[in-house]
Every structure is written in structure tokens, then in C-alpha cells.
């Protein structure tokens, strides 16, 4: 079963395999690995206990709008002045500065230094994160674009590993499965 998430360029396709146990992105449906235009997003600094209104994104749903992410939000802009990358229980987000300075240089899947809860963004620095709420996993890569007391602004793009790396590649199966 091919599931789409998203519109445009932005759609993201997976195929789900029972015995696979999720959802694994589709390589074919990659652009032809051309640098992909980013998205911009400004966070403001949270300041209350309400709704997260512009202090926070979804990576998932490509919005700041409470209409639209319903709460399911994976960066957070905190009154602590960090950047939060596991808002609510259940999360297992997780992100890591990278060396890049620009992401089209992003293509390879970092192996340490990754942190489960937080970072202080700097400007221009470059970061992969991981996107795993328990049902749904991908990978994003950002950049800082401004860092201010006030508010951050990023820009960012799907992950996709190289041709030859990890992302997109459905593994063989270990034998005949029922699908559902």
C-alpha cells in the first residue's frame, strides 16, 4: 500500500509492509538527488503556558498552525531560550549539529553527538534531526538562519541520505508475510 504525506515536492511516499512493521519511504519517489528549496520558518519565544502559536513547528505537518498539527509539534521554541526537540511523552526525537555549512552539503547520516531533549541554536549552524513519535520516523536537516533572545529563524529540507546510504531503501524480507 503506497501512502502519501503532504503536497508538492514536500510529499513524502511510503510503502507499508506488515512485516517491514511501518512505514519505509519510497527512493523512486526522491527528487533526482537536486538540492531542494527550502522552507523558512520563524519561531518566537514562547512566553506563556497557551497554545504554542508561532514558538513552534511541525516537521510533520509543515505548519505552525494549531488547526493543522493539532499539538504534534517537534521543535519548540522554549522560555528557557532553547530549542526543545521532544515537546511530549511518547517522542523519541533526536538531533545533532553537523560540520556542513550549507545543507546541500547534508548526506550522510551522522553516527554520534546526537541529543534527545535540546540545543542552544547558534546562527549558521547546520543540524539533522530525527523525527520519531512512535508511529512515524523521517529525518529533516536545517540550518539557523538567524538566532536572537526573541526568536529563531531556520530554514530546512527533507534528509536524504546518498544514492548508496540508508534512507529511502526497503530491506529484503525474511520470507513469504501476509500484508494488510
Not at 517491514?20 to 537536486?34: E, F, I, K, Q, T
Request: overall charge neutral; proline content about 4%; some cysteine.
Amino acid at each position: 500500500m503506497r501512502i502519501m504525506i503532504g503536497t508538492g515536492w514536500k510529499s513524502i511516499a511510503l510503502l507499508l509492509c506488515g512485516a517491514a512493521g511501518g512505514l519505509v519511504p519510497l527512493a523512486s519517489d526522491a527528487p533526482n538527488h537536486r538540492e531542494e528549496e527550502a522552507t523558512r520558518v520563524t519561531l518566537t519565544r514562547r512566553t506563556d503556558d497557551g497554545p504554542y502559536k508561532t514558538s513552534a513547528y511541525s516537521f510533520r505537518y509543515t505548519s505552525q498552525d494549531l488547526a493543522v498539527h493539532r499539538n504534534a509539534v517537534d521543535l519548540v521554541f522554549n522560555t528557557c531560550g532553547l530549542l526543545h526537540v521532544s515537546a511530549h511523552g511518547g517522542q523519541q526525537n533526536r538531533v545533532v549539529r553537523v560540520q556542513e555549512k550549507k545543507l546541500a552539503d547534508v548526506d550522510a547520516m551522522p553516527q554520534e553527538g546526537w541529543l534527545k531533549s535540546c540545543f542552544r541554536p547558534e546562527k549558521d549552524a547546520v543540524y539533522v534531526m530525527e523525527v520519531d513519535d512512535g508511529s512515524t520516523r523521517f529525518r529533516v536537516k536545517f540550518r539557523v538562519l538567524e538566532a536572537k533572545t526573541d526568536k529563531v529563524t531556520i530554514e530546512w529540507t527533507p534528509f536524504r541520505a546518498a544514492p548508496a546510504g540508508e534512507n529511502g531503501i526497503l530491506g529484503v524480507c525474511g520470507g513469504e508475510h501476509d500484508c494488510s
